[in-house]
């Protein structure tokens, strides 16, 4: 049987990377989706090939940082499914250089792109999981949001920021019956900051984890028993040294 049958995940991000590789999951154990990223044509293709599996899925095109796209995405999700289960916040930017080399137009865009955008989506779910008494809200930061690492001190700001978050909604949240979590991977294999310091082909022939890998690890904190919540999993890839 399908361990999210009758379950409704949203997912910010979602035409590529990690947020793509997690609606493949969710939806092949029955979740039914809300999809959100900035280019339609993928999250077109991403809804047929979710309803070509036999699950369901709607998406909304739009800037996560735009809070109309959280308030329009809420309101889809609502229309179409009546709830919303599971809140997988995924969209996110990085740009990795040294403190002197970046500028307050850089630091915005990634405090906007990362913790911004969590918290907007986060805010406008939550009344939802409120009245449903139940939920599970899972932020995607980082390993860059549990150690700090030298040419990332703002990117780890931000990703540091995200997992403060986390832990005071956790307390928050938990009388309501909703579990909130992070996942942090380190180095994935995906489109994230290509050109603001990772090229292709340096991800390509690197040891990284694959986004797939991820997105198994959201599933499984999606799919525990309802009174157990996983408060974060780390992640790294086997292939990095040991000194």
């Known amino acids: 049987m399908a361990k999210l049958k009758g379950k409704v995940a949203l997912i910010t991000g979602a035409s590529a990377g990690i947020g793509q590789a997690a609606a493949r999951a ?57 709830r919303i289960d599971i809140l997988i916040a995924n969209a996110g930017v990085g740009n990795y250089k040294n403190l002197v080399d970046t500028d307050v137009a850089e630091y915005d865009a990634m405090m906007d792109g990362n913790m911004k955008s969590t918290w907007i989506i986060t805010r406008h779910v939550v009344p939802v999981m409120i009245a449903q008494k139940e939920g599970q809200i899972l932020l995607v930061s980082s390993m860059a949001g549990v150690y700090g690492f030298a040419g990332e001190a703002t990117y780890c700001a931000t990703k540091f920021a995200q997992v403060g978050f986390a832990q005071g909604l956790d307390k928050e949240l938990r009388p309501h019956g909703i579990k909130v979590g992070t996942i942090n991977p380190g180095g994935v294999k995906t489109e994230f900051a290509i050109g603001k310091g990772r090229t292709e082909a340096s991800v390509e022939a690197s ?29 790294r890839t086997m292939a990095e040294t040991l000194t």
């Open 26 to 82: 969710l939806a092949a154990e029955g979740a039914s989706l809300i999809l959100t990223a900035r280019r339609t044509e993928r999250l077109e293709a991403l809804a047929v090939e979710v309803k070509a599996l036999g699950g369901e899925a709607i998406f909304v095109t739009g800037d996560i940082c735009d809070e109309q796209t959280s308030i329009t995405a809420v309101a889809a999700a609502k229309k179409a499914f009546g």
């Open 207 to 235: 040891d990284m984890l694959d986004a797939a890998d991820v997105a198994q690890a959201i599933l499984f904190a999606c799919t525990q028993p309802k009174l157990s919540r996983i408060i974060q999993i780390q992640m």
